[in-house]
Structure formats: C-alpha cells, structure tokens
C-alpha cells in the first residue's frame, strides 16, 4: 500500500516537474526511429544554431515573467536592433557597432521600466498593453531607420569577420552562438541564485505588496527585470543577423510570442515569483526540437504554428492546474 | 474663485473623457488644413474603415466589463471569415454559411470562458495563445492565400448602402452596438457583468451566479468577433488569414482608450464606440495629411502608450488616495 502512494506520488512529480524532459526525451525518441537523418551531425549542428536568437529573448524574458511582468517589446527591439548594429559596421567598425547595439537595447528596455513605473502600472495585463504600444514604436523606428528595405551583410564594405564568426563559426563541435549562450546562461544563473538583486526579483514576482513592505526595492528590480531583457534581445538580435546575413525591420515578428512560449513551457509560472533560467533552457529546447521534428516530417509550416498554439495554450491550462 | 472652480472641473471632464476630448482636438485640427476630410463620403468611408473594429469592440467591452480580457478576437475573426466563404463556395446557402461562422466563434469564446473562468486562467496570456492557435488554423485553411468568394450576393451584404448613402456594413455595427448597449444596460445578466468586474467575491456572496455570467460575456465576445470577421470578409469579397495580426490588440487598446478599466466594472458601449473613433479619425486624418506610413505606426503607439499611461496612472493615485 505504501509503496503504491510512493508510486503515485513520484509520477505526480514528474508530471508536474520533469514534463517537458518527458516530453523532450520522447520526442528525440521517437523522432529519432521515424527519421534517421535526426541523428546526423549535420542536424545537430542546424539545430544548436537555431537555439541562438531564441534562447537569448527567452532567458531575459524569464526574468520578465518571474517578476510578475511580461514584455511584448522584444519583437520590436529586436528588429530595431539589427537594423541599426548592421548600418553602424560601416562608420564605427564591428566593435563600435556591437557596443552601440547592446547599447540600444538596454536602453529601449530600460525606457519600458520608465514607462512602466511612472505610470504605476502593477499588474501583467497593464504591463503587456505598455509593452505592446512601445513594440508598435521601436518596429516603426527600424522601418523609418531602414527605409523599410532589408540590408544584406555582404555589401558592408567593412570587415564583418566579428559577425561571421557569430554566424557560422564554431570551436571544436560548439557553435560560437552556443558558446555565447552557455556563457550568458551561467552568468545568469550565477545573478539569480547567488546575488541580492536576483532574489528580490523572485519575491517581488510573489507579492508586489509583501515585498513593498519588506524594504525590498521593488522599483529597482522591475526596472533590472526589464533592462535585462532588453539587453538579452539585443544580444539575440545580434545573433539572429549574424545567422541569416541579412537584417530586415520586420526580422523580429514572432519572437514575443515564441519567447513566451519557451518560457511557460519550461516551466515558470506566469503569476510570477517562480522559475529558473534552466527551466527556460528546458522549454527552448522543446520549442526548437519540436520544429525541427516537424520539419524533418515534413509538416507544414501552418500546422507547426497552429501546434505552437495548441502546446502554449495547453502549458499555461496546466500551469494553473500546479497552482490549484 | 469660481475660475478657479470652472477650471477644475474641465480638467476633470478632460481626464474622464479623455477620448471624446482627442476627436474633437482631431476634428478642429483637421479644420485648418486644405483636404477632403470634411466631405460626406470621407466621413461615412472614416466610419466604414472601423465599424468592424467597432463590432469586435462592443463584444471586448463584456468581457472587460467582467474583469476578463480577450485577445483571440483577431484569430476568431479571420477563422469566421474562412469557414463562411469556404461554405459558400461549397454551395451551401449564404446564411447558413454565416450561421456556421457565428457558431465557430461562440464555440471558441465558450472555449477561451472555460479556460479562463473554471479552469482560473491568467485570460490574456490563454486568449493570447488561443489566437495563436487560430492564426495556424486559417492559415492551414487558406494555404496562407487570399480566398475569393463564389457567391455574388455575399460581397452586397457589407457594400450595398441603404438609401445609397449610408453603408449596410455601419448600420450591423449599430445594431450591434444597441444590443450590447441594451445588455449592458437593462438587464440582470448585464448589471450582474458590472457586478463582477467590480468586486468578484462581494458579487459572489451576494448571490450572484459568478462563473457562467464570466464564461457567458467570452461567448458573446466569440460572438461578435465572428461577426465582425464575416463582414470583413464581405466587405473584401474574399477571406485572408493575414489581417487579424494586431487587430486584438488594437481592439482592446481602442475599448481602454474609451473609458473601460483592466481592472474590470467600469465601461460602456457608447464609450467603447468613441474609444475606436479616436483610431479611425486618428487614422483618417494622418491619411488626408499625407502622413508617411511608418511614422503614423509610431503616432499610433505613442497614442495607445500614453493613453494606457494615465489610465494606470489614474488608477494607481486612486489606490494611493484609499
């Protein structure tokens, strides 16, 4: 009788807190004995390439969400961004225009925070409403900037051997993007277990009022929360043209939302005050194995959209299911 | 003194009825410089150019009413408007065709109120991932194409104009507007909606049957944004999967702009109906000016920005006053 309970129990935590490594394994699993090609070199490679710009949104956008908060500027950041650091290459060099798009996204999200204090808005429906006016902006920006055309990396007449190396290098079997993940996920992950900072963003994203009257700085976390993400996406937008060789003002449509999507799949709960970046990793990985299964398998581009959908609308349905 | 008492009351009439107060700025603006704004055609093609916005706005005022949030309404309305032409074009008859896309939509607004309400979803990211989802399903639809429409009498219902000068299209918007207005108004179901948005657990104790009415206003909304999705299709004579991209968000930013709080129990039709004028006179006026395209994109997101500013802005100096 015991050990039946014990049974029970371990299954409930495995559906409740190993679901997406479930969920991976089998995937790679089954993937695997369907199409052999799933196994090459030559699609690992694709895939751990792929992980590049996503990753990035989605690990600055957990701590958007474990704060209780959510952003929708990312897309508009994002193409901004790309736009923006592709021209500057020419005048100020590769370094110079690197810096000057990190820059710009820590800025654009630092701007959002502003907004989002100055106007006292406290919850995540306020919040997405913000963000969303401010994507609307940022996008029209990198139209305006870009005159609307796309610029291709190959008629930059400066050396671009910075961005290539992010593009297509690597070093031993590691992608240069994936070396650049790993590096920013362990500095994260050091900033949200070991510093002060990174704790008070988990209790602000538990109670905004408890926390307020604890002496917790919650202004000062909203506005890093924010800032964080904003600088993530400049990193991933960087990546993403850097990959594609070509930077267009609309080259970030979608990623808001496949950020969400990696995010609450992984695992951290949208009401806030729970999570991890690794859980972030986790869900990512989901998201890009599961469209390179479906490319493999040949599904069309539509029924991918529409599974994203259906995954993301059934990972929060059981996200509020833990909570009750 | 009793300047002093005239202006505090305009400033709070100014920070009430925000949306009233930007179209008349609008409307004295466009005055001055020499354009075709203030023709009858213009006017009517300016109301015709948001009454489907308007039909999706009535349905989002009930449910934001009710403390929910809707953002599948652009999803549903694109789906509506594919599965009515697709119908036609099968050579089943025209209103059952629409009868079919109404009922896709309520079928999905029941879906999204048992999500959110006995599921206790966060709405807006749920309806969020619902459009998502929606989005694929016109697209897998569609093979992502434009699809015209076989039957000829289907792009009348829209386009035809009643005494050749008002469009069909405005005067659904307005009967939809008296329903909603009417529900909202006069009855048990619609002060019930008031009741929830404004205090959910009081509504509760009192009596009141809190989880079908909050379920109930997602279907209507489903209801409407079909509706709203039909009459697009109509107006285009053909169905495409790519319009509906920011239509929810547009919608909802519009319902704000009017008057109705996030937070649920404030808000009306008429304020909702003035809240999507600001965009569509916003829009108009940009057009006659000869406004480069991308810059109206940015006086367009520095209007919802500021705008859902003061609206938490007002919010939060009220919690700080309590």
């Not at chain 1, 409740?16 to 995937?27: K, P």
């Not at chain 1, 996204?105 to 630092?110: D, P």
């Not at chain 2, 079928?107 to 048992?114: E, L, M």
């Not at chain 2, 966060?122 to 039957?151: S, Y």
């Amino acid at each position: 009788m015991r050990e039946r309970i014990n049974f029970k129990n371990v299954i409930q935590t495995v559906f409740r807190d190993y679901l997406v490594l479930a969920a991976i394994v089998l995937l790679v699993i089954i993937t695997s004995i369907v199409e052999p090609k799933f196994l090459t070199t030559g699609n690992l490679t694709n895939i751990m390439r792929q992980f590049g710009p996503l990753i990035m949104v989605a690990l600055g956008m957990t701590f958007v969400i474990i704060c209780g908060f959510i952003d929708l500027s990312v897309s508009g950041i994002l193409s901004l961004v790309a736009v923006v650091t592709i021209s500057l290459i020419e005048p100020l060099g590769q370094v110079g225009a690197l810096i000057v798009g990190m820059l710009l996204g820590t800025f654009c999200g630092y701007l959002n925070s502003v907004l989002i204090l100055a106007s006292g808005a406290m919850k995540q429906a306020e919040a997405l409403f913000i963000t969303y006016g401010m994507s609307t902006i940022y996008g029209a920006l990198a139209l305006i900037y870009s005159g609307g055309r796309t610029k291709q990396m190959s008629i930059v007449k400066a050396d671009t051997s910075i961005f290539s190396a992010i593009g297509t290098g690597t070093v031993g079997i590691l992608s240069v993007s994936f070396i650049m993940f790993l590096v920013c996920l362990l500095l994260l992950y050091i900033f949200q277990s070991k510093t002060y900072m990174g704790r008070t963003i988990y209790l602000t994203g538990g109670n905004k009022t408890a926390a307020e009257l604890a002496g917790i700085p919650i202004k000062r976390s909203i506005a890093l929360v924010y800032t964080i993400s904003g600088l993530m996406t400049a990193l991933g937008a960087i990546v993403l043209f850097s990959r594609v060789t070509a930077a267009s003002p609309v080259i970030g449509k979608g990623y808001e939302t496949n950020a969400i999507l990696a995010v609450v799949v992984g695992g951290t709960t949208l009401i806030g005050g729970n999570g991890s970046v690794l859980r972030t990793v986790l869900g990512t990985t989901l998201v890009i194995l599961m469209s390179n299964c479906l490319n493999l398998l040949g599904v069309s581009v539509y029924m991918q959209y529409m599974l994203k959908g259906a995954i993301l609308v059934l990972a929060i349905w059981l996200d509020s299911r833990k909570q009750l | 003194m009793k300047n002093i008492n005239i202006g505090k009351k305009l400033l709070n009439i100014a920070t009430k009825q925000k949306a009233v107060l930007a179209v008349i700025v609008i409307l004295v603006i466009m005055i001055f410089p020499k354009t075709n704004f203030y023709t009858a055609y213009n006017l009517f093609d300016m109301i015709k150019s948001v009454s489907i916005l308007m039909i999706l706005a009535y349905g989002v005022t009930l449910v934001l009413v009710a403390g929910g949030c809707d953002l599948s309404i652009g999803g549903i309305m694109i789906v509506a408007g594919i599965v009515a032409i697709k119908l036609m074009n099968a050579n089943i008859p025209m209103w059952i065709s629409i009868l079919a896309a109404l009922l896709v939509g309520a079928v999905v607004g029941a879906i999204n109120g048992y999500l959110v309400v006995y599921q206790n979803t966060e709405p807006f990211i749920i309806t969020l991932g619902m459009g998502m989802l929606l989005t694929g399903i016109a697209q897998q639809l569609t093979d992502a194409h434009p699809i015209p429409c076989n039957n000829p009498n289907f792009v009348k219902l829209a386009n035809d104009k009643l005494f050749n000068t008002i469009p069909n299209l405005v005067i659904v918007m307005i009967i939809v507007f008296f329903i909603i207005h009417y529900i909202l108004r006069y009855t048990s179901f619609g002060r019930n909606c008031y009741a929830i948005g404004g205090d959910y657990e009081v509504a509760k104790y009192s009596g009141i049957n809190v989880l079908p009415t909050k379920a109930m206003t997602f279907v209507i909304c489903g209801i409407t944004a079909a509706l709203g999705g039909v009459m697009l299709s109509s107006m285009l004579n053909s169905g495409s999967s790519t319009y509906g991209d920011t239509t929810a968000l547009v919608v909802n930013c519009g319902v704000v702009v009017g008057g109705t709080s996030f937070a649920g129990g404030i808000g009306s039709a008429p304020q909702s109906a003035i809240g999507l004028l600001v965009f569509g006179v916003l829009q108009n006026s940009m057009n006659m000016l000869g406004i480069d395209a991308y810059v109206q994109q940015i006086i367009q997101g520095i209007v919802i920005v500021t705008i859902i500013c003061l609206d938490c802005y007002g919010r939060k100096r009220k919690r700080e006053a309590v």
